[in-house]
């Protein structure tokens, strides 16, 4: 938010828990209108999504909201830029998968995405600065609309994203990356850690994803604990 005020757009904020609908009102499956919600996302240029990961996926408020819109068909939006942001505590693990679940959502609502951005408690501060620049990009995409002109163009648009066509293989790896910049073990560890990155990438690239999971998972497991 601080990156696209930067570059001098007005932004505005929801937390998704203030929207809940409450059991006074109608049971949440049914999705009653929420006309401050419907307003927002019909104005709006631009859309940041955000959500802590729970049990690898987005948190059950970023699905009620995900459901509450598609439910509905928002005018206005196709072609619109957004964003994605999962932020992983814990075991840093599913900040790929939770994106997914957001970038699904933007793909079928005809939204414009640019990269997504994930974080772990491991690359917080670098992933703050990222935010900073995403948001100046956004404002700067802001009022653009590039409505898709078919589905090939969607499909080949989303592809080139980055960490979209991430596995797990791909996602233990990431995190092994953040690891290692955020790490303050001993040198030779990491320095040993690095060698095992290093290959787990070289088997990777080679098509050995399956024996790079062995270095991976220790770079994780010497770092983590």
Known sequence: MEGAESAG???????L?????????AAPWIHPRIKKVDDIVAE????VL?????????????????????????????????LGISVAGGSGMGQITALRSMYGFFFFTGLRPIDPIPV????????????????????????????????????????????????????????AEQLLDSSEKDKTIL???????????????????TEAIRHAVNIYHTLYY
């Open 44 to 47: 709006a240029d631009a859309i």
């Open 17 to 25: 828990m203030d929207y809940w609908p409450s059991k006074h009102e």
């Open 50 to 82: 955000g959500s802590p990961v729970y049990y690898k996926d987005v948190s059950w408020l970023m699905k009620w909201f995900i459901d509450y819109i598609h439910g509905t068909r928002i005018p206005g939006i196709d072609g619109e830029p957004a």
């Open 120 to 175: 772990s408690r491991f690359s917080f501060d670098k992933a703050l600065e990222e935010a900073y620049k995403s948001g100046r990009k956004l404002a700067e995409l802001s009022g653009q609309r590039q409505p898709f002109k078919g589905l090939a163009e969607k499909i080949s648009y989303y592809y080139s994203l980055r960490y979209l066509n991430y596995d797990i293989v791909d996602e233990i790896l990431l995190l």
């Open 191 to 209: 320095e040993h850690c690095r060698s095992e990155y290093e290959e787990a990438k070289s088997l990777t690239d080679r098509g050995r994803k």
């Open 9 to 15: 757009v007005q932004t505005k904020r929801l937390y």
